[in-house]
């Protein structure tokens, strides 16, 4: 039996490896065990329990005030024991959490080949965003086998160096876990969000959570929201708040208490998809969003300065509208004021993914370790 290790410690990276944990327990000749760090602890145990997915390690390193030296020593730390009881034949991680990087370095300090999940993206500025640039760089450095979502991060990991033999396009695995979550005519559990008439009122979700949009930037987002709402009156804006103190304080200094603006508890997954597939317009400051919305015909209005997804900006489906007030309310009020731009991002072509990135991943580890004897085709976007 190959022994397969699949590593995450945050909602994002739980919700797109669990459809490759799932594929690979379905596997004839592969042992896959699942080491979380809960680096995000209550969020994460969210998304276990949508996808029935029970941990075989348990770091559970979060703690009130954890700084990224706490995540990173603690996770390098778990894994030297982990690794020592547990005698992988290869780790997978995912992305570009600090979770990711501090893991994949204790894999390579016992010399156990990685999978990198997501590999690829980049935005060339490594403070931008912090610290998930370096992350997936350095843990790039590391790796034997690389899982590039697109044609684009393939071409990233080229630039670099890496052998072309050792990198698959496969789409991403985001793309698979949407598909097995939505659901048609969805009821919510949460008061707010089941009041609200969704075909007469149009909807802008929201999601702002990036350490490089902490203060300042944060405060134009909720200024620039609280203008649209009182502007449009048939918007209503739900704003899921993450639990970090240095937004929570923020969104509901600016927002608490006006009427059309809904600001709720972070949702699970299976709630979150199915708001998206309600939603209108999507604002956001996530990565997993860029891909997730346009799959369900929404357009994303990015709300960083750069992505490490221009895939999505290429074929009209996001933009980058910065974090300046005025321009996140002049894009707003484009794509509500111009259904024929609005239209246009709604119907572009997702360049991410078919669903079956994680058949292809999991095809792709049995062909390394001599299961499969055909290297697995890759994903082709067809825009």
Known sequence: ?????????????????????????????????????????????????????????????????????????????????????????????????????????????????????????????????????????LTGALVDLHFAPTKRSKQNLLNEGVNPASVYITGNTVIDALKMMVC??????????????????????????????????????????????????????????????AVRNVVYEVLDNINGIHIIEPLDYKQFVNLIKQSYIILTDSGGLQEEAPALGKPVLVMRDVTERPEAVEAGTVRVVGTKKDDIKRHVRELLNNSEVYNRMAKAVNPYGDGYAAKRIADAICYWFGLSKVRPGEFVCHL
């Open 184 to 245: 048609e005519k969805y009821k919510f559990n949460v008061c707010k969000l089941d009041k609200i008439d969704y075909n007469n009122k149009r909807v802008l979700l929201v999601t702002a959570h990036r350490r490089e949009n902490y203060g300042g930037a944060l405060q134009n987002i909720c200024h620039a929201l609280k203008d649209i709402k009182l502007e449009f009156e048939n918007v209503e804006i739900v704003f899921p708040v993450h639990k970090n103190p």
């Open 1 to 137: 039996m190959v022994k397969v290790l699949a590593v995450f410690g945050t909602r994002p990276e739980a919700i797109k490896m669990a459809p490759l944990v799932i594929e690979l327990k379905k596997r004839t000749g592969i042992e896959c065990k699942v080491a979380v760090t809960a680096q995000h602890r209550e969020m994460l145990d969210q998304v276990l329990e949508i996808f029935n997915i029970k941990p075989d390690y348990d770091l559970n390193i979060m703690k009130a005030g954890q700084t990224l030296f706490d995540i990173t020593a603690d996770v390098l730390m778990g894994f030297k024991n982990i690794l020592s009881e547990f005698k992988v034949d290869m780790m997978l991680v995912h992305g570009d959490t600090s979770t990711t990087f501090a893991a994949s370095l204790a894999a390579y300090y016992q010399k156990i080949p990685i999978g990198h999940v997501e590999a690829g993206l980049r935005t060339g500025d490594k403070y931008a965003p912090f610290p998930e640039e370096m992350n997936r760089k």
